[in-house]
């Protein structure tokens, strides 16, 4: 309740009725008076859409049209027709003595947390981009700038896409990945892009209709693990579904793993390694918003399994050398392989990654079966078949078709996913993706002829910072790849630092319409740069992103142009010229 010392006059009654609207500068405020059908109503003189001034707008029937996108607002409350607009922040008024008096400072009638949330929703509902960077940004300045929008957007993926975990869930679990390795702005981005990506790739789709978990809460692992792979062997999504609702409610996290694990690698490089990445994006992400998510998450992964091609069936796989049938020999071995290292402990050789980018798929897989026999563990042959699949990356040839950058990528991303489960169960089926990883590494190879040179260590004694910008700036013209590699390098013989690379990197990355693919990348580049034990391990990937993204920029960056206008509202800048 307004108190009346609060209250601050204005001006004669009479005069606002022959000339209304009034603007008035009061508390800081700028605000917008009108006298409609006998009554005093103020309201805050910038339209929360894009901040015209609410005093140029028009009065009529008891709503108040703002005059650049029409958007409309009840002038007793400030409730706005327009859900893209928001509603406008009003003042309570009262007249004495024949004067106008307004408090500038209200009570809000929710919490700013909670209207922010709201909003939240709203952008998503709507799919509204404005709504949604305006909501990221000031749920960041009250605290929530990591939490509310990533549990908002799971929530409504998991909910809102008939077809279950996609695209834009993948995305916004790469950019939570993101999140600490970029600049507070780019934190701010990095969440923007997760929730409209969600928003955009449920928009206009049919909810998901869950099942339900099993009512015997006694079933074993093995029989879960069993159940779950035959259901979705068959395709069978709802079996497959509450099996998995049952295991994500009853068994170890770790269990839960080993089941997706097994059921992702029974067929070879599945939906050409999207059904690998994404289950490992869904099990990243709930380390973020907790495993108490974890059925509904897991849950919408369910048609990754079902509906997904698998690479057996395609002709590459079979024809001229039948790498599908020399993949499944290699899991029927491993019982054996695993049983020979027990105890032993396996040290990576030098040449190892080399041989894992030979012509010869029998040398490629001979190498990892004798690792495995050696004592090698799952996390060791995995990782190094992502930084085989980074090699084919770094040194991809420009001269194939653009959209061979996809096919290197697409075994990158499966090959960090795979090595990414590795590292969370001790499970035999934790070593199947490592052979059908490295056998998509080798089907890659003519996108390596002639292969790019990786940029040898040296010397360099320019400042990194200047590096730095000039990486940059690479990606402001198409066609820079094998300078954007070279200057990457030059940054590491500067003695630059490796985060202020990354965050250069980010930086780059969201500023741009960077697509799945793009942000895939960077997301699996710096997290291989998280294992590495040297500085070429460390270059190696962040030289293959930085081409991958001169190969893909610039774009025309409608995204950082709504970012761009949100942040300037926030700030209280006019976006027009004039308030």
């Given amino acids: 309740m307004a108190t009346e010392d ?61 005059h650049w996108h029409h958007a409309r607002f009840e002038l007793a409350c400030g409730d706005t027709l327009d859900l893209w607009a928001d509603d406008v922040q009003t003042f309570p008024v009262e007249i004495r003595d024949g004067d106008v008096y307004v408090h500038p400072d209200p009570e809000p009638d929710v919490p700013p947390e909670t209207h922010w949330r709201n909003r939240l929703a709203d952008a998503m509902q709507e799919n509204i981009d404005l709504v949604a960077a305006k909501a990221v940004i000031n749920v960041d300045d009250l605290g929530e700038g990591f939490t509310t929008p990533l549990e908002t957007a799971v929530d409504f993926g998991t909910t809102y896409r008939s077809m279950g975990w996609g695209r834009g869930l993948t995305i916004l679990g790469a950019m939570a990945n993101l999140y600490d390795d970029v600049a507070h702005d780019e934190k701010l981005r990095a969440m923007y892009v997760g929730v409209t990506e969600v928003a955009d790739d449920c928009s206009g789709e049919p909810p998901r209709f869950d099942q339900y978990e099993l009512s015997n809460r006694d079933l074993s692992k093995a029989r879960l693990k069993s159940w779950f792979r035959e259901t979705c062997e068959v395709r069978d999504d709802d079996g497959a579904e509450r099996c998995l609702r049952t295991a994500a409610a009853v068994l170890p996290r770790e269990d839960v793993i080993e089941m997706l694990l097994a059921a992702a690698t029974d067929h070879l490089y ?135 950058w996809n096919t290197v990528h697409h075994t990158f991303s499966y090959a960090n996913a795979a090595h990414a489960l590795a590292a969370r169960t001790d499970a035999i089926d934790a070593y199947r993706p490592c052979f059908d990883g490295a056998m998509s590494v080798y089907l890659d190879r003519f996108l390596n ?131």
């Fill in 6 to 66: 609060a209250y601050r006059e204005l001006f004669p009654l009479a005069h606002l009725a022959e000339n209304s609207p009034q603007l008035a500068q009061v508390g800081g405020r700028s605000i917008a008076l009108f006298h409609h059908e006998g009554t005093v109503y103020a309201v805050d003189n910038r339209c929360p859409h894009m901040g015209f001034p609410l005093s140029k707008g028009t009065v009529d029937d008891g709503l108040l049209t703002c």
């Fill in 270 to 404: 599945m939906n050409a390694g999207h059904t690998l990445d994404f289950v490992n994006k869904a099990v990243e992400t709930l380390d973020h918003v907790g495993w108490a998510h974890a059925e509904d998450v897991l849950a919408s992964t369910v048609d990754q399994f079902t509906d997904a091609s698998r690479s057996e069936e395609l002709s590459q796989w079979r024809q001229p050398i039948d790498v599908a049938a020399l993949c499944f020999d290699a899991h029927d071995a491993l019982p054996d392989l695993v049983a020979a290292g027990e105890g032993r402990e396996w040290d990576r050789p030098d040449d190892f990654v080399e041989t894992l980018l030979a012509d010869d798929p029998e040398t490629v897989l001979d190498a990892l079966r004798n690792a495995i026999r050696e004592g090698a563990t799952a996390e060791q042959v995995t990782r190094a078949v992502a930084l085989a699949a980074a090699r084919r990356v770094a040194q991809f040839a420009t001269s194939n078709e653009f959209s061979d």
């Fill in 449 to 579: 002829t002639p292969a790019a040179p990786i940029p040898a260590p040296g010397e360099s004694d320019r400042d990194p910072a200047t590096i730095r910008a000039d990486l940059l700036a690479t990606f402001d013209e198409q066609g820079r790849v094998n300078e954007a590699g070279e200057l990457v390098s030059e940054h590491f013989d500067a003695g630059g630092d490796v985060d202020a690379l990354k965050q250069a990197l980010g930086e780059g990355l969201l500023r741009e319409d960077a697509g799945f693919h793009e942000l895939q990348n960077v997301e699996a580049a710096f997290r291989q740069v998280a294992f590495a034990e040297s500085n070429d391990e460390r270059r190696l990937p962040l030289i293959a992103t930085a081409r991958y993204l001169a190969a893909h920029f610039p774009t025309r960056r409608e995204r950082e142009q709504t970012f761009t206008i949100a942040h300037r509202l926030f700030r209280g800048e006019s976006i027009h010229g004039e308030e």
